[in-house]
């Protein structure tokens, strides 16, 4: 399964956050730019879904913008 930044931006555009997910920056956290914590919350739900993993309470740090979620995934995608 492919991992990258349109993936993660159509599962964004699933959750229906708030705001345009095409406008959203890939380096900067997602709750910097207006994301609230319901939806954070459906991401991770969501990401869990869509590539078979379970994203660990001490992980969250680690996805917190499209790039880092990106880097989260592959890693344990190997």
């Given at each position: 399964?492919?991992?990258n930044n349109?993936?993660?931006?159509e599962?964004?555009?699933?959750?229906d956050?708030?705001?345009?997910?095409?406008e959203?920056?890939?380096?900067?956290?997602?709750?910097?730019?207006?994301v609230?914590?319901?939806?954070?919350?459906?991401?991770?739900?969501?990401?869990?879904?869509?590539?078979?993993?379970?994203?660990?309470?001490?992980d969250l740090?680690?996805?917190?913008?499209?790039?880092?979620?990106?880097?989260y995934?592959?890693?344990?995608?190997?």
């Amino acid at each position: 399964m492919e991992i990258n930044n349109k993936v993660i931006r159509e599962i964004l555009q699933e959750i229906d956050i708030l705001g345009e997910v095409d406008e959203l920056s890939d380096d900067l956290g997602l709750v910097d730019q207006g994301v609230d914590s319901l939806d954070m919350a459906n991401l991770y739900l969501k990401l869990e879904e869509h590539f078979g993993i379970k994203i660990p309470d001490s992980d969250l740090h680690l996805v917190q913008s499209i790039n880092g979620i990106r880097e989260y995934l592959k890693e344990r995608a190997q």
